[in-house]
Antibody
């Protein structure tokens, strides 16, 4: 069964860092690009960026440059999202998403990881 | 980058048809056949319903159909059923500086 399984919810203080994992099963991570999407509480979907799973090269949406880092560990079929210097406005559900055609066909979504930033 | 424009809400009675629009520009919706539609129920991850404007993934009922004209894409849901009550989001590839993909703001579809 093809699925993406993400790490559990996180509660962090402002200024801290967090690393969210996304483990692919049922397929090889390097066969499809991986995207990340954020959904703030009660809000819509926001595309954060994607990582070329063959080269490891990431690309970020304008609002996600600087504190957000996408990476891979192909030996364990896992993608990662790291956020540093956390702010309250980073609070939200973070999804990893497979693009099965390479043309924004986001077919497999992780279950989401809730990151809460609060003092 | 700016989100694609969707109506905030839509509604229809069981058995009826409803169409949700998604308006962009020639730099996104109008310029590429990479429009997708997603369904999201409360507390759940989004689900791909349509990709590449009008293609349905395996398992998605043929009551869901996608189309595009100019800078506007549309999702039509025919034969509305109670389980279609959900939020719907469109997305498109974009050539605008700042990113590869842009989402619409979402439409809450209510089955009356």
């Amino acid at each position: 069964q093809v699925q993406l399984v993400q790490s559990g919810s996180e509660l962090k203080k402002p200024g801290a860092s967090v690393k969210v994992s996304c483990k692919a099963s049922g397929y090889t991570l390097t066969s499809h690009p991986m995207n990340w999407v954020r959904q703030a509480p009660g809000q819509g979907l926001e595309w954060m960026g994607w990582i070329n799973t063959n080269t490891g090269n990431p690309a970020y949406a304008q609002g996600f440059r600087g504190r957000f880092v996408l990476s891979l560990d192909t030996s364990v079929n896992t993608a990662y999202l790291q956020i540093s210097s956390l702010k309250a406005e980073d609070t939200g559900m973070y999804y990893c998403v497979r693009d099965f055609t390479g043309k924004d066909a986001f077919d497999i979504w992780g279950q989401g990881t809730m990151v809460t930033v609060s003092s | 980058q700016s989100a694609l424009t969707q109506p905030p809400s839509a509604s229809g009675s069981p058995g009826q048809s409803v169409t949700i629009s998604c308006t962009g520009t020639s730099s996104d919706v109008g310029g590429y056949n990479s429009v997708s539609w997603f369904q999201q129920h409360p507390g759940k991850a989004p689900k791909l319903m349509i990709y590449e404007v009008n293609k349905r993934p395996s398992g998605v009922p043929d009551r869901f159909a996608g189309s595009k004209s100019g800078n506007t894409a549309s999702l039509t849901v025919s034969g509305l059923q109670a389980e279609d009550d959900a939020d719907y989001y469109c997305s498109s590839f974009t050539s605008n500086a700042g990113g590869n993909t842009v989402f619409g703001g979402g439409t809450k579809l209510t089955v009356l």
